[in-house]
T-cell receptor, first 115, second 113 residues
């Protein structure tokens, strides 16, 4: 079945450091890929998405590229801020002949950024 | 455009009771999905409704049920609550078009005592 694997956290960084959170997936066909962010006590916010191979999603300085050859969708940011501290979820959603399937999430990676 | 709204935001129940959670999707969205989030199991899919019909269902017992109304608002019900049902219940809406994206509400925090 479809699955998403993302790196264990927490990831602890100093402000202005470079961020990478690894995400790989297993799915048949060409799923859409997403990064969601969850701040304490809140729901999930869509951070960025990519719907086909080689697409780059970007938002608020975060970027991720849909790499079909390595089945990866790693999240990067050049310079993190304290306000980026949150839990980040990688997810995929497949489309089959029965229609859209459920969102499948990774386990989440907690990011802690210190001043 | 208003986002996805969920009511109530917090709920405390005791074992054996039942509970109903409500979700109003983004205007124009006809698909509503429900997810359960717990520290141990992470984010797990419950079910999806589109045009008042259940389209997908996750691997949860029959105590978990849902429905969708003609205005696309959705409710989920959990009967005979167990301690393990304590979780954040998230609702997400989408248009179910190509490039479909699910947008989440703030969730309902259910505590079962």
């Amino acid at each position: 079945g479809d699955s998403v694997t993302q790196m264990e956290g927490p990831v602890t960084l100093s402000e202005e450091a470079f961020l990478t959170i690894n995400c790989t997936y297993t799915a048949t066909g060409y799923p859409s890929l997403f990064w969601y962010v969850q701040y304490p006590g809140e729901g999930l916010q869509l951070l960025l998405k990519a719907t086909k191979a080689d697409d780059k999603g970007s938002n608020k300085g975060f970027e991720a590229t849909y790499r079909k050859e390595t089945t990866s969708f790693h999240l990067e940011k050049g310079s993190v801020q304290v306000s980026d501290s949150a839990v980040y979820f990688c997810a995929l959603r497949a489309y089959r002949n029965t229609g859209f399937q459920k969102l499948v999430f990774g386990t989440g990676t907690r990011l802690l950024v210190s001043p | 455009k208003a986002g996805v709204t969920q009511t109530p935001r917090y709920l405390i129940k005791t074992r054996g009771q039942q509970v109903t959670l409500s979700c109003s999707p983004i205007s124009g969205h006809r698909s509503v999905s429900w997810y359960q989030q717990t520290p141990g199991q992470g984010l797990q899919f419950l079910f999806e409704y589109f045009s008042e019909t259940q389209r997908n269902k996750g691997n949860f017992p029959g105590r978990f049920s849902g429905r969708q109304f003609s205005n696309s608002r959705s409710e989920m019900n959990v009967s005979t609550l167990e301690l393990g049902d304590s979780a954040l219940y998230l609702c997400a809406s989408s248009s179910r078009q190509v490039g479909d994206t699910q947008y989440f509400g703030p969730g309902t925090r259910l505590t079962v005592l």
